[in-house]
């Protein structure tokens, strides 16, 4: 009985979200049953690709987090955190130690 009324509370909601609110919960949702799917092992095995949907649809519509049922939200909270961080790692490079000397520099001292 309890489902029902939380069928019904969640649908009268969906009236008043946005449709591309609603358009990015249908894709969580799709997402999670095509993971069940493909479950071998009693535990869902999640790809990177997986990881990344979820992700980015959470960084878009954060309202998506209701909607997840495999993974808890705090879950795609830190894989978000954590493909933020080794992206700005990437990004500042390793520049550790003494910076590299052109070639004319080189050639110019050795004359």
Known sequence: ????????????ASLFKSRAQLEA???VLRQQINV???RIAKRPVLTNIDRTLFVWLY?????????LA???????IRWHRLGFRA????RSG???GRPKVFAELRTSFAK
Do not use: C, K, Q
């Open 94 to 96: 390793n520049r550790v």
């Open 1 to 12: 009985m309890t489902d029902l009324i939380r069928l019904m509370l969640a649908l009268l």
């Open 25 to 27: 919960e249908n894709l």
């Open 59 to 67: 960084h878009w519509f954060r309202s998506t987090a209701g909607a």
């Open 87 to 90: 992206y700005w790692r990437w």
């Open 70 to 76: 495999i993974v808890r939200p705090e879950t795609v």
């Open 36 to 38: 069940l799917r493909r």
